[in-house]
């Protein structure tokens, strides 16, 4: 059983930041994906890092950066220049699609 947790999330005003992290509770294993699901929408991938690099949805290309700090098992999601469409709950789950976190919610104020 690996347990994620999510953290960060909160009420900014638009063009504000927000860090999100994520605590996985193991160690080693592939970076945890960064997913969201705004409301009465799809859950929609939103960031992975790989040894390869740092990908992203076109939707947040720029604004938006993944980071890992393998000391603390936690992936962060960097959030700058929030647009009212960022609104969501935002997950993060393991890359082999079997376990997320119960998500944080962001709200983006316009």
């Known amino acids: 059983q690996v347990r994620l947790e999510e953290s960060g999330g909160g009420l900014v005003q638009a063009g504000g930041s927000l860090r999100l992290a994520c605590t996985v509770s193991r160690s080693g294993g592939n970076v945890p994906d960064w997913y969201r699901q705004a409301p009465a929408k799809q859950r929609e991938w939103v960031a992975t890092?790989?040894?390869?690099?740092?990908y992203y949805s076109g939707s947040v290309q720029g604004r938006f950066t993944i980071s890992f700090d393998s000391a603390k098992n936690t992936v962060y999601l960097q959030m700058n220049d929030l647009k009212f469409d960022d609104t969501a709950v935002y997950y993060c789950?393991?890359?082999?699609?079997?376990?997320w976190g119960k998500g944080t919610q962001v709200t983006v104020s316009s």
């Open positions: 789950m393991t890359d082999d699609g079997m376990y």
């Open positions: 890092l790989t040894s390869a690099g740092a």
